[in-house]
């Protein structure tokens, strides 16, 4: 009964800490690529931090299958002045791991 309690809880605890969170809805001030090793980074006027993560900069992997999707929405956003919301999956050392964006309706 120990080993099943242990599990359940382990199992509990890892899906909680893997839940993603949205960033409010905010606009980009800047986005670039090639000061890392192979991600894109997108800054905010608002400057949020979600996850607890150190930095309010937003990175987004070159290997997430959706890179080049982001990449044109975040650019269509930057160049209306249009608020979008990130989904973030934790920390990326200090920046948050973005893994999707959405165009917001303005608020």
């Known amino acids: 009964m120990k080993k099943f309690i242990c599990v359940f809880l382990l199992f509990f605890i890892s ?36 996850e607890d993560c150190a930095s309010a900069r937003l990175k987004v992997s070159l290997t997430n299958p959706m890179f080049d999707h982001i990449l044109s929405i975040a650019l269509s956003a930057y160049h209306t002045n249009s608020k979008v919301t990130l989904r973030v999956k934790g920390c990326d050392g200090s920046d948050m791991n973005a893994v999707s964006i959405r165009v917001s309706e303005d608020v």
């Open 15 to 50: 899906q909680i800490a893997m839940a993603d969170t949205t960033t409010p809805p905010i606009t980009i001030k800047s986005v670039g690529i090639g000061w890392g090793l192979a991600e894109l980074y997108i800054e905010s006027n608002e400057n949020v931090i979600v």
